[in-house]
């Protein structure tokens, strides 16, 4: 009896490490295999040169350029609004509306990117006449990330102590006051996570990007100028360029570096934050 | 015992929550520079009717408050009372420790110059009122360092503190000294007697000693008929040997409650 059961717990064990092996397998392959692929293609003047041959030769620095822009101008236009809709939710009371636009943002976060993309190219490029740019771009990823944006913070919002407002509105202090200066301080580590992670699905973002910014590999002179992203341009390289593996597998490389390397630096700052917030407890 | 004058008025105040009277008809006089102690068992209304006094109440889904209260000639309960100033006269310190899990300057700086002090005045106020809760020298090195590393005691008597920087009239304390350890609570409860004179004090207690101790006025809530009432009030002293309301007087000689 005592035998099988322990046989059970060694099964088992194995059963869970097999099951961690195929979390992080996939990872792992990723990684050996864009290292094999891409790695020779990297050298300082892959960041500094021009796009030439379709990608093939040169190095990617208007992509990084547009990247750049693109991703600015998706958090510049999504942050704001972001914020302002996660506060007005997690302001005191129920009524209709705030139910109607939690159901909208839950909504909202289950739309897929191409949607975005041709929403995006009717409404930014067509509509508002804004064309195939930078700014198209980061206004349609800025809709996409906008639901992330708001449900990190609520979340971040909600975990805050009850009684932070209580003593806070006792005080005397306004609305206002009580958002900016005590609230929003508490709930900053989580609102830099939710970026991060806007940041992160802006950066990775094809399908929305294809039909706004458009995939010009020129340097964009202005927001209003058309520019390739580097998903775009992995992409391009790997569906439409003949011998294109090795420049996408370079540049996948320098995305998945990008953002292991963003979301390190945001754990590291978050986690500070909070030490300096509660530093003995 | 403080001059006798009274501050507030309460009359005819009842509270509900959506259909649930939680206090009902409760009438007080709360006199000038004295302590007040509301004392009774739980879910009579005590902290129901403190947290009115500064219309904190308002965030309260669903919370109606009817009734007068007069402070300074004007309902507090009105609609039309300007309740930022009158949280500013009416400070309130609650029974968790709550400072603002930033600097221990900044939970001046924030309500300070919310009311318009500048930023000398806002530091004179600081240390002013950090010496007068005996704070002043455990933290005067220390002042941009986070609040929250101080110890429970040393918490609350940065929040009386901080009450106090807006130079209220009254202060409600909510059991202010049931989440600390006792040596901590013996040290809150002698400022807060030190107040008398200066502030009006009303506090919440569920601890009779500490309110026999501090308090100058009881006033004991009862429930009545499903809902929160006062019972009985008067000075302390007489309340606790020859209470006529048979509840209060249970409760106070500790047969009851």
């Known amino acids: 009896m005592v035998r099988s059961k322990r046989n059970g717990d060694l099964y088992f064990g194995i059963i869970c490490g097999l099951a961690a092996l195929c979390g992080i397998g996939p990872l792992l392959w990723i990684v050996y295999d864009l290292v094999k692929l891409g790695a020779g293609r990297i050298s300082p003047g892959f960041f500094t040169d021009a796009v030439r041959e379709s990608g093939r030769a040169g190095g990617i620095a208007p992509v990084l350029h547009s990247t750049f822009l693109i991703v600015l101008c998706c958090l510049g236009a999504a942050i704001p609004p972001g914020l302002g809709v996660a506060f007005y939710l997690t302001e005191n009371g129920e009524n209709r509306f705030r139910k109607w636009l939690r159901a909208s943002v839950d909504l909202l976060a289950t739309i897929p990117s191409i949607v975005f993309g041709l929403f995006g190219m009717a409404f930014f490029c067509r509509f508002l006449g804004l064309g195939f740019s930078i700014l198209s771009g980061g206004l349609t990823l800025a809709c996409m990330i906008l639901p992330v944006l708001i449900r990190t913070t609520v979340a971040a919002v909600e975990a805050l102590p009850d009684h932070l407002r209580s003593s806070a509105t006792a005080l005397g202090l306004t609305k206002t006051t009580i958002l900016l200066r005590v609230l929003l301080p508490g709930a900053t580590p989580g609102i830099v996570i939710g970026i991060t992670i806007g940041t992160a699905r802006a950066l990775s973002e094809t399908a929305a990007l294809i039909f706004t910014s458009g995939y010009a590999t020129r340097t964009p002179d202005s927001l209003l100028d058309s520019g390739r992203s580097i998903s775009v341009h992995i992409y391009d390289l790997a569906m439409n360029i003949p011998n294109g593996a090795q420049g996408a597998s370079a540049s996948a490389l320098v995305l998945l570096i990008a953002l292991l390397l963003i979301n390190f630096l945001t754990n590291f700052f978050s986690e500070l934050w909070l030490k300096n917030l509660h530093s003995s407890k | ?257």
């Open chain 2, 1 to 257: 015992m403080a001059e006798e004058s009274a501050l507030i008025e309460v009359k005819n105040l009842s509270i509900n929550y959506d259909d649930f009277a939680a206090l009902r008809d409760v009438h007080l006089t709360i006199q000038k520079g004295n302590i007040t102690a509301l004392v009774g068992p739980s879910g009579c209304g005590k902290s129901s009717f403190l947290q009115s006094l500064n219309r904190l109440t308002d965030l309260i889904p669903g919370c109606q408050t009817t009734g007068e209260m007069i402070l300074g000639g004007k309902n507090i309960l009105s609609p039309g009372c300007d309740v930022l100033s009158l949280r500013r006269k009416v400070g309130m310190v609650f029974q968790k420790p709550n400072p603002f899990p930033q600097s221990i300057r900044r939970n001046f700086e924030i309500p300070l110059r919310e009311h318009g002090f500048s930023k000398l005045e806002t530091t004179d106020r600081m240390e002013d009122s950090l010496k007068r809760v005996g704070l002043w020298n455990e933290v005067s090195n220390r002042l941009s360092r986070s609040a929250a590393n101080l110890s429970g005691g040393q918490q609350q008597r940065l929040c009386i503190a901080r009450a106090l920087a807006l130079d209220p009239e009254v202060i409600l304390f909510d059991e202010p000294c049931s989440a600390l350890d006792p040596h901590a609570s013996g040290v809150v409860e002698d400022l807060i007697s030190s107040l008398r004179g200066s502030v009006t004090v009303v506090i919440v207690t569920h601890n009779l000693a500490q309110a026999r101790r501090i308090a100058d006025h009881l006033a004991v809530f009862w429930v009545r008929g499903g809902s929160g009432t006062i019972v009985e009030t008067g000075a302390t002293d007489a309340l606790f040997t020859s209470a006529t309301d048979p509840d209060a007087k249970s409760y106070l000689t500790g047969i009851r409650g």
